[in-house]
């Protein structure tokens, strides 16, 4: 509702991720409901859902389904209420992939916030409950992420189900993609970690499953479904996607060492010490002296890294040109799918969406 | 097909959890495709997979799936093939319960064999890969888990919707609800434990969603409904899944402290040592003396407790009357499972059936 006081009404029409924030707070309210009617002790079940998904996240995935449909049919266009309720359920799948990764990787804040686990760990010991509060922790996160996932599924299969049938059906096949996909491409990530090595190959396939598809290909896949589109439309979108996707992770991966943490709420130089196998090490590794060699092998994946250990991995991954050599491809990435949107049938003001979002990827700080 | 050299040719008929095998099989080799189409590295995630379902369980939920189907259709009705099918997919639920189970519980072994953590584990380990074999461990059955999770939805809705629409909702529903109760379950059982209560109450209330509900009444009408079962077979299906599966839940319970483990395929006193607060321990909370109180709350929860220890323990569940209380308890729930059957209008074959499960349930003995 406008505001009478307002200066500018046209400021009270809620952004998507309003309206995404608005669906998972109805959901979230029926949930706890259905939690409650099971049992009072469950409402810190019902808490830890609310920390773990109204946390002003960017809502990418939900963003990127919009955008598909909308390549499609004009704002407004009947079936797009359920369509963006459906990709509400996108964040659903992605706070359980947060919430079982922050206890997989034992980080222990998301956003700024204690991780789900940390909340679980504390209340454990602030009741003085017997047994160890950190396995108390790590349980309660591993049933909140089913629950999430499980959830995930029935806010999307219930809204999708209001669109025709093929449509819905073509929607729901690329919402499965999504979630076997983004399992696979942790799944990688955790092998190359262990493994150790410093391969751009290996690093560029687990951009492909973790991210590119994950969180850009498939979401704008989905909702281009979802509106019918064309195979044409399709080929377009899956293009474009993968393109981005590996651009917002390369960026990513930059702000991980580079980054200001007052702006990307996370220690600096934490994926250092996880010992993320980014395509920015392994570069680095290819191009580096037996001297710098030895200081990645030693410095990446060693969790006691010191700050001023970080600052001397920093340098190497500059003095390699390791740095450099991602930022090019991030421009490069974010140029070639710009221009794979040119002369490409979609409504005029998604290709200016799609293309603001590919700069945003490209360039974000945070 | 019948082997001429058998002379008992009805014998190779398919029982119901061989058939049940068949679609697991069946669904593993697609999804093996899947995964090695996306990276050959994915072939160990395949491989847990497959030591997570085909593990011979005794398939208990799409046994109930099926006979609340059969209690509405004779056999090879059609529809049936489509009603296993989607019964294989509780299955896939199933074992992403007990790969994070045994994650969150810390246990090593599942039907005596390594469970998925430890599998993960040893493989970092023979590699000699980076970092610690534990969390590598943790981490990759978390992520299985997730899978199966996922993939019990595919299968489960793919089948489902061969149905006419109507039963395939009801049927969906209750899939739906197993899926939220069984985490909940575990919730309450995860939270009784941390308070250390001896409360009956409390653990009645865990074995009505951890296993009374997501075993028994759930699956029953999850197939009555697919079988489009009236008002009146849904009301008799939900009293008999609740009795018999607190029947089922007691045994259980008794199993874990007197069973033979040579049969039950957990160590003896394992139940005593995680503290699990089971019904037993509570009833013999309340009948106990000062000094077996204290030896109970000392005893139940002592990861280090002996075998000594655990025989003390058996020893206040006998003196209390707890052990006789619930052998009872057992009898007095099969027996109204089975009257409630009565008179009911359903197939004469499946109310035989349910006969014999509510006998199973109450007498097994692994």
């Known amino acids: 509702m406008a505001d009478p006081a307002d200066p500018n009404p046209v400021s009270s029409t809620p952004t998507l991720p309003e309206r995404i924030d608005t669906e998972l707070a109805a959901f979230l309210t029926e949930r706890t409901a259905q939690l409650a009617d099971i049992s009072p002790d469950l409402g810190v079940l019902s808490q830890a859902f609310r920390a773990a998904v109204l946390n002003g996240g960017k809502r990418l995935r939900p963003t990127f389904a919009y955008w598909g449909w909308r390549c499609v049919r004009p704002a407004g266009a009947p079936g797009e209420?359920?369509?963006v309720r459906a990709a509400a359920g996108l964040e659903l799948l992605h706070a359980c992939a947060l919430v079982h990764d922050d206890v997989m990787d034992g980080s222990d804040t998301r956003r700024g916030q204690p991780a789900a686990h940390i909340r679980f760990d504390r209340m454990h010991r602030e009741q003085a409950w017997l047994g160890n509060g950190q396995s108390f922790g790590a349980a309660g996160a591993i049933l909140l992420g089913d629950l999430l996932l499980s959830w995930s599924e029935e806010l999307f299969t219930a809204a999708i189900g209001c669109l025709p049938a093929d449509r819905a059906r073509g929607a729901t096949a690329e919402f499965d993609r999504m979630r076997t996909e983004v399992v696979a491409g942790q799944f990688l990530d955790m092998l190359a970690q262990a493994r150790g090595a410093f391969d751009p190959d290996e690093a560029l396939r687990v951009i492909e499953f973790k991210t590119s598809k994950?969180?850009?290909?498939?979401?704008?896949?989905?909702?281009?479904?979802a509106a019918g589109g064309?195979?044409?439309l399709t080929a377009v979108l899956s293009d474009y996607g993968l393109l981005i996707g590996e651009a917002f992770q390369l960026r990513d991966d930059l702000l991980g060492v580079f980054g200001d943490p007052s702006r990307t709420g996370k220690p600096a130089g934490d994926d250092l010490r996880e010992g993320k196998r980014t395509l920015l090490v392994a570069l680095a590794f290819q191009a580096a002296d037996p001297a710098q060699r030895e200081l990645l092998r030693a410095g990446v994946?060693?969790?006691?890294?010191?700050?001023?250990?970080?600052?001397?991995?920093?340098?190497?991954?500059?003095?390699?040109?390791?740095?450099?050599l991602v930022e090019q491809r991030i421009l490069e990435r974010a140029g070639q799918a710009a221009r794979r949107l040119e002369g490409a049938s979609l409504q005029p003001v998604a290709a200016q969406a799609l293309l603001e979002l590919a700069q945003a990827a490209a360039h974000r700080t945070s």
Chains 1, 2 share one sequence.
Do not use: I, K, N
């Open 301 to 324: 994946g060693d969790p006691a890294l010191t700050g001023a250990g970080v600052a001397e991995l920093r340098q190497v991954l500059e003095q390699t040109g390791a740095h450099e």
């Open 81 to 83: 209420a359920e369509l």
């Open 230 to 232: 064309t195979p044409e």
């Open 214 to 225: 994950y969180t850009v290909q498939r979401p704008l896949l989905l909702g281009a479904a």
